[in-house]
């Protein structure tokens, strides 16, 4: 009798979500698309709790301050579950921030690198999010490993101008301006052939028409975010760019490169716009003979105009993506 009694109570509790986090994730494709999205689909929260085997931890594929990722299996389909810290332990108007990634990961992911989302739960006090399962993880796990194999600068290479691609289409792919907000290593997957997938649109702000910039809550590290957002959080297209800049020094020297702004010898610290000389003077002292030094040089050049500290002295995305190749065209 009481078992019953609690199976009655836990479907009322999960109906209650499912409505609740239905109309938050509508409001917002009302509010930034006028309702339209592309179709994915809604699994349960038992379809997602079987897949991860109950969110095992031996299914973690990444995680960050606010949730974990799960590789899953669901209808002989490998998926990726993203499962949110709960509400107590995270930021206010939380379901807002979910609901907006929602929203614009939905049509971001026409894009084919962008990580793809298939769908949600909404059964939960917070959804869960399911996407496209990156066969080779995140680029963090790949930059910030100590010893070991680098990815091969082509590589590497072909992964700053997917990216670049991507965000160039987040600015000027969707029916609004889109700013990311936080772009760097840890939101890039790779897939089986190491194809690189922009991913998490939680604080994605779309600029008002007729605007150059949105004002908004800062994000990402202190000392590594632009100048204009770090000082008075105004965004424009070129607060992404100066990111792609510091995310370009890493993929350029293929490990984590802000380890580079302490001197221990010198006792000195720079900061974050000295990065791509200091990359520069360090691929100068480590470049092994083969490696296509004048294209690593010219990676170098794009991300200094990338992270100037005046926003209109950076180029777009688009003359970054454009740069991109023109540097992949260089040969020995």
Same mark, same amino acid.
């Given at each position: 009798?009481? %078992?019953?009694?609690? @199976?009655?109570? &836990?479907?009322?509790?999960?109906? +209650?979500?499912? *409505?609740?986090?239905?109309?938050?994730? $509508?409001?917002?494709?009302?509010?930034?698309?006028?309702?339209?999205?592309?179709?994915?689909?809604?699994?349960?929260?038992?379809?997602?709790?079987?897949?991860?085997?109950?969110?095992?931890?031996?299914?973690?594929?990444?995680?960050?301050?606010?949730?974990?990722?799960?590789?899953?299996?669901?209808?002989?389909?490998?998926?990726?579950?993203?499962?949110?810290?709960?509400?107590?332990?995270?930021?206010?108007?939380?379901?807002?921030?979910?609901?907006?990634?929602?929203?614009?990961? %939905?049509?971001?992911? @026409?894009?084919? &690198?962008?990580?793809?989302?298939? +769908?949600?739960? *909404?059964?939960?006090?917070?959804?869960? $999010?399911?996407?496209?399962?990156?066969?080779?993880?995140?680029?963090?796990?790949?930059?910030?490993?100590?010893?070991?194999?680098?990815?091969?600068?082509?590589?590497?290479?072909?992964?700053?101008?997917?990216?670049?691609?991507?965000?160039?289409?987040?600015?000027?792919?969707?029916?609004?301006?889109?700013?990311?907000?936080?772009?760097?290593?840890?939101?890039?997957?790779?897939?089986?052939?190491?194809?690189?997938?922009?991913?998490?649109?939680?604080?994605?702000?779309?600029?008002?028409?007729?605007?150059?910039?949105?004002?908004?809550?800062?994000?990402?590290?202190?000392?590594?975010?632009?100048?204009?957002?770090?000082?008075?959080?105004?965004?424009?297209?070129?607060?992404?760019?100066?990111?792609?800049?510091?995310?370009?020094?890493?993929?350029?020297?293929?490990?984590?490169?802000?380890?580079?702004?302490?001197?221990?010898?010198?006792?000195?610290?720079?900061?974050?716009?000295?990065?791509?000389?200091?990359?520069?003077?360090?691929?100068?002292?480590?470049?092994?003979?083969?490696?296509?030094?004048?294209?690593?040089?010219?990676?170098?050049?794009?991300?200094?105009?990338?992270?100037?500290?005046?926003?209109?002295?950076?180029?777009?995305?688009?003359?970054?993506?454009?740069?991109?190749?023109?540097?992949?065209?260089?040969?020995?």
């Amino acid at each position: 009798m009481f %078992s019953g009694f609690r @199976n009655n109570e &836990n479907k009322v509790e999960k109906n +209650g979500f499912f *409505l609740k986090n239905g109309a938050a994730v $509508l409001e917002q494709l009302i509010l930034l698309f006028d309702g339209k999205c592309n179709q994915i689909r809604t699994y349960s929260a038992e379809d997602l709790k079987r897949a991860t085997d109950n969110f095992d931890w031996s299914r973690m594929i990444h995680e960050s301050w606010d949730y974990t990722m799960y590789k899953g299996l669901h209808e002989d389909c490998e998926i990726s579950v993203k499962k949110f810290i709960s509400p107590s332990h995270y930021f206010k108007d939380c379901l807002k921030w979910i609901s907006n990634e929602v929203a614009v990961a %939905s049509l971001m992911s @026409n894009h084919k &690198n962008v990580l793809k989302l298939l +769908g949600c739960c *909404l059964e939960t006090e917070l959804p869960m $999010l399911v996407y496209e399962f990156p066969r080779n993880g995140n680029l963090s796990r790949m930059l910030d490993r100590d010893g070991g194999e680098q990815l091969p600068f082509e590589t590497r290479l072909r992964i700053a101008i997917e990216i670049a691609n991507a965000v160039a289409y987040l600015h000027h792919g969707l029916s609004k301006t889109f700013i990311h907000r936080d772009i760097h290593r840890g939101q890039v997957f790779l897939d089986q052939d190491y194809g690189a997938k922009l991913f998490e649109f939680q604080a994605s702000i779309p600029i008002p028409e007729g605007e150059t910039h949105v004002d908004g809550e800062v994000f990402g590290t202190k000392g590594f975010g632009p100048p204009e957002v770090m000082m008075c959080g105004r965004y424009t297209e070129r607060s992404d760019v100066y990111d792609f800049g510091i995310l370009l020094c890493h993929l350029l020297i293929g490990k984590r490169c802000d380890r580079l702004i302490w001197d221990p010898e010198n006792r000195q610290l720079y900061i974050s716009d000295d990065l791509p000389e200091l990359c520069k003077r360090h691929l100068e002292a480590n470049m092994s003979q083969g490696e296509n030094r004048a294209q690593m040089m010219e990676c170098a050049e794009l991300a200094k105009r990338c992270v100037k500290l005046k926003a209109d002295d950076r180029p777009n995305m688009i003359e970054v993506a454009k740069a991109l190749v023109l540097i992949k065209s260089i040969h020995y």
